[in-house]
């Protein structure tokens, strides 16, 4: 009987079911390719013109170059995408404040501490890998004993460049220093930095001249992004604290938020045309390319292996342990951040792009991308960590030496922690190559012998920072999605509609109320 009836149920699902049409494509194969191809191009269109500029920059740069071009033409066609760096900086320091003060706004503090632990765990992680790694490759490969070190000296002769004398510990105490600054205001435009002055002061009682160390503290050209990030993350937690009284605060921030995520998508649309002719001018700025392969190419070899192995195999690997997802299906979501990041060879240009990729491409929870991509293009520079490893290594070979075990692990801690320091703008890792050099008694001068390949390596490094910053911002979604709980921050395309935000108290004391409520219901049962 139970057959039967299972058989008739199913009878009547199935004429209540309307009848299936199969529809029958009767173009020709290659019209199907070409409708397919063509949805696809529409369905990430801006993707596509962004690969297009890249490539049509590279083109672009190569033919010039048969013209000759004067220094004046080269700026000429360098200017619009000099206009894409100025517009992404202009968006740099709004987009900063308002996610990190929104998404920690809505957080409780224990929610907070667990995003800050794991993000800071994985920013030291892959950073000493970088660097490990950078080490081990550099020793193996050798460039700087199989090169041509005829040549190369060749272009090192001459005076020191002029260079700040730092040491770690004056650069570790300059992170702290940033970190709190005295003028929030000044923060947005100047950083601090720790310099030493030798005086030579002659000495009464034994009538010689002796060299007193004096410390001097000034202000040099450059955001301070530690300062602001710690000033966001005080004021939007302290936010999070104040209940309803801070629901004002809370809705301008996010009014601010939505605001500029509105204006990255305008800018988006005319970054492949900045990112062709920024790929061109560089291209162009090259004075000898035969020459500098020939000079530096197995240095660059070497640093191109160590940056491909951290992008493909750690940090993938880091990835699906964690979370047991496709890494590459996350870098696919990430393919337009990692483009603008070799156009504008600048992590913190590239933070806006980054965003809409991991919010709105890859979905990920926005009070993670808030908290953890900020912090990340400031502290996490992985491919930073791993070419201020090989540098002074390489340089290092150049001159004969040999550098011991402990050595390289003064270089490999001092690189982590130099990257740390290095502000996310255009070659700011040459800045702080100096500290390294310095740790290991490596002669200033000798880092003009990597001046005229840094501009690619720099780029190829800014694009895994961004890759090493999204994979980071992925793992954290996927360890603390379950505490967050469904998102109480709420923002709509719909610009007339009131944004429903409340305070991390008020959540809390909700959440309080319910959880009662639940026990109470259940004790009556």
């Not at 435009?189 to 060299?211: G, P």
């Not at 993670?368 to 791993?386: E, H, K, S, W, Y």
């Not at 998102?487 to 109320?513: H, V």
């Amino acid at each position: 009987m139970d057959d039967k009836h299972d058989q008739t149920v199913a009878m009547l699902n199935d004429e209540n079911r309307p009848p299936r049409t199969r529809v029958v494509d009767n173009r020709a194969p290659l019209a199907r390719c070409c409708s397919c191809f063509a949805g696809a191009l529409s369905d990430n269109l801006l993707l596509t013109l962004t690969i297009a500029g890249v490539f049509l920059g590279l083109i672009l740069g190569f033919v010039a170059r048969t013209w000759e071009p004067s220094t004046e033409t080269i700026m000429i066609l360098s200017f619009p995408g000099d206009i894409l760096m100025r517009m992404l900086k202009m968006l740099i320091l709004p987009l900063i404040t308002s996610s990190l003060i929104t998404g920690l706004a809505v957080l409780d503090p224990k929610s907070s501490g667990k995003l800050g632990l794991y993000a800071l765990t994985y920013y030291f992680v892959t950073t000493v890998l970088a660097a490990i790694l950078g080490i081990v490759l550099v020793q193996v490969i050798r460039p700087g004993e199989r090169g041509n070190r005829d040549l190369i000296n060749m272009e090192a002769r001459g005076d020191d460049p002029v260079a700040d004398q730092v040491t770690t510990l004056d650069a570790i105490f300059d992170l702290f220093r940033n970190m709190f600054a005295e003028n929030i205001i000044q923060a947005g435009l100047e950083q601090v930095k720790t310099t030493r002055i030798n005086e030579v002061v002659f000495n009464n009682i034994t009538h010689t001249n002796i060299t007193k160390v004096k410390f001097a503290t000034r202000y040099v050209a450059g955001t301070n992004f530690l300062g602001l990030i710690t000033f966001c993350c005080a004021f939007g937690i302290t936010i999070g604290t104040m209940g309803k009284r801070g629901e004002p605060m809370l809705h301008f921030f996010l009014i601010l938020n939505e605001i500029v995520m509105k204006l990255i998508k305008l800018v988006m649309w005319y970054s492949p045309f900045g990112i062709m002719f920024l790929v061109a001018g560089k291209v162009l700025e090259i004075e000898d390319l035969l020459k500098l392969a020939q000079r530096l190419g197995l240095y660059a070899l070497t640093v191109l292996t160590g940056l491909g192995i951290h992008a493909l195999v750690t940090l993938p690997l880091i990835y699906y342990s964690v979370t047991r997802k496709n890494p590459f299906a996350f870098y696919r979501g990430m393919l337009q951040a990692w483009l603008t990041g070799i156009g504008t060879g600048s992590s913190a240009a590239s933070l806006p792009v980054t965003f809409r990729c991991l919010e709105e491409t890859l979905k990920l929870d926005k009070r993670v991308t808030r908290f953890v991509l900020p912090i990340g293009a400031t502290v996490n520079m992985d491919g930073t960590a791993l070419y201020e490893a090989v540098a002074p290594v390489f340089l290092a070979q150049l001159m004969g030496r040999q550098l011991g075990i402990g050595q390289l692990i003064i270089v490999s801690l001092t690189a982590t922690v130099a990257s740390v320091g290095a502000a996310s703008i255009p070659s700011a890792g040459l800045v702080t190559m100096l500290l390294v050099m310095s740790a290991v008694n490596i002669p200033a001068k000798e880092i003009t012998i990597i001046f005229a390949i840094d501009w690619a390596l720099d780029r190829i490094r800014t694009s895994v920072n961004i890759l090493g910053d999204g994979i980071g911002a992925g793992i954290v979604d996927h360890l603390v999605r379950a505490d967050l709980g469904p998102t109480d921050l709420e923002e709509g395309e719909n610009t007339n509609a009131p944004i429903k935000a409340r305070t991390a108290s008020e959540l809390s004391g909700e959440r309080r109320i319910h959880s009662r409520d639940d026990f109470n219901e259940t004790s009556k049962l």
